[in-house]
Nanobody, 127 residues
Framework: QVRLVESGGGSAQIGGSLRLSCKVTGVTSASYCMAWFRRAPEKEREPVAGISPGRVKYYTDSVKGRFSISRDDAENTLFLQMSRLTPEDSGVYVC?????????????????????WGQGTQVTVSS
């Protein structure tokens, strides 16, 4: 069975940093479009960042310049480096995989197209 397990969440101060990891097992994800999503209390889940098999990166406007998505295909792991955190970054962060290589400026944020999801890791940013 395909499993995605996130780690690295926790509490951070405003302006601080956190590094999230997403370990994939049960499948080799090197050829898949992958992404990070987040859901804040009382809000809908939203796309945060995506990355193609060719390592083209995509970001939602609110995190551009602050977050960096990357992947280590040898370790079958997806990462999200977050810096200059704000309270608006708080929420449950979830990684997901499409199971196919299709990725692009609009495709990466299409939640319905992602077939494998992790359980999520909580991120709380406050002063």
């Amino acid at each position: 069975q395909v499993r995605l397990v996130e780690s690295g969440g926790g509490s951070a101060q405003i302006g601080g940093s956190l590094r999230l990891s997403c370990k994939v097992t049960g499948v080799t994800s090197a050829s898949y479009c992958m992404a990070w999503f987040r859901r804040a209390p009382e809000k809908e889940r939203e796309p945060v960042a995506g990355i193609s098999p060719g390592r083209v990166k995509y970001y939602t406007d609110s995190v551009k310049g602050r977050f960096s998505i990357s992947r280590d295909d040898a370790e079958n792991t997806l990462f999200l480096q977050m810096s200059r955190l704000t309270p608006e970054d708080s929420g449950v962060y979830v990684c997901a995989s499409k199971g196919v290589d299709l990725c692009g400026s609009t495709l990466w944020r299409d939640q319905a197209a992602f077939i494998n999801w992790g359980q999520g890791t909580q991120v709380t940013v406050s002063s």
